[in-house]
């Protein structure tokens, strides 16, 4: 039986969500705390899938896929939104413009705006804090040691991805020719 060849933007956007899919399966690894994909495979689905409403459902449907092994949180709401947001400014700023430079200008920009809205969600809601700027501050100041490992987490699977991408492309070029629909 024939089987007729994929046409090549299928083929990247399987290329593309396998990658993606990959990096979050990668969240059940042993790895220190916070140091994961969740905001690499935002950025690179943003930058390469192409239309925004992939660019947040693949990363998020592989992050549920993780989150089925790893369990269910009150904070994932918070988590799955921030990183939809990092996605669709992902989208719209790197999209067509992918370097060095704003991959890792926009990583750091992603993660710092998860740690800001995650944190605030925790002072928030957990009950550790007082509610008094006092608390909010004392929320963000323990959470920084967790910082410097997602900001590790976010070069290295960002190095990871983009740099599989790029090898992929110059390998096979007719894969990476055509954007993702």
């Given at each position: 039986?024939?089987?007729?060849?994929?046409?090549?933007?299928?083929?990247?956007?399987?290329?593309?969500?396998?990658?993606?899919?990959?990096?979050?399966?990668?969240?059940?690894?042993?790895?220190?705390?916070?140091?994961?994909?969740?905001?690499?495979?935002?950025?690179?689905?943003?930058?390469?899938?192409?239309?925004?409403?992939?660019?947040?459902?693949?990363?998020?449907?592989?992050?549920?896929?993780?989150?089925?092994?790893?369990?269910?949180?009150?904070?994932?709401?918070v988590?799955?939104?921030?990183?939809?947001?990092?996605?669709?400014?992902?989208?719209?700023?790197?999209?067509?413009?992918?370097?060095?430079?704003?991959?890792?200008?926009?990583?750091?920009?992603?993660a710092?705006?998860?740690?800001i809205?995650?944190?605030?969600?925790?002072?928030?809601?957990?009950?550790?804090?007082?509610?008094?700027?006092?608390?909010?501050?004392?929320?963000?100041?323990?959470?920084?040691?967790?910082?410097?490992n997602?900001?590790?987490?976010?070069?290295?699977?960002?190095?990871?991805?983009?740099?599989?991408?790029?090898?992929?492309?110059?390998?096979?070029?007719?894969?990476?020719?055509?954007?993702?629909?």
């Open positions: 039986m024939l089987v007729a060849p994929l046409a090549p933007a299928r083929l990247q956007w399987i290329v593309l969500s396998a990658l993606v899919l990959a990096a979050a399966l990668s969240r059940l690894l042993p790895h220190p705390p916070n140091f994961s994909p969740i905001e690499a495979t935002a950025l690179f689905a943003g930058a390469w899938l192409g239309s925004r409403w992939l660019a947040m459902g693949v990363p998020l449907a592989a992050m549920l896929v993780s989150d089925v092994v790893l369990g269910f949180h009150s904070g994932m709401p988590v799955y939104g921030a990183m939809a947001a990092i996605a669709v400014a992902a989208h719209f700023g790197l999209r067509g413009r992918v370097s060095v430079g704003r991959v890792a200008l926009f990583g750091v920009g992603g710092l705006f998860f740690f809205v995650t944190n605030f969600a925790v002072w928030l809601r957990s009950g550790m804090y007082p509610m008094s700027l006092d608390g909010l501050l004392a929320c963000y100041v323990a959470a920084i040691p967790f910082f410097h997602q900001l590790a987490g976010v070069a290295v699977y960002s190095t990871v991805l983009f740099g599989a991408w790029a090898l992929i492309a110059r390998r096979w070029p007719d894969v990476a020719g055509v954007r993702a629909a």
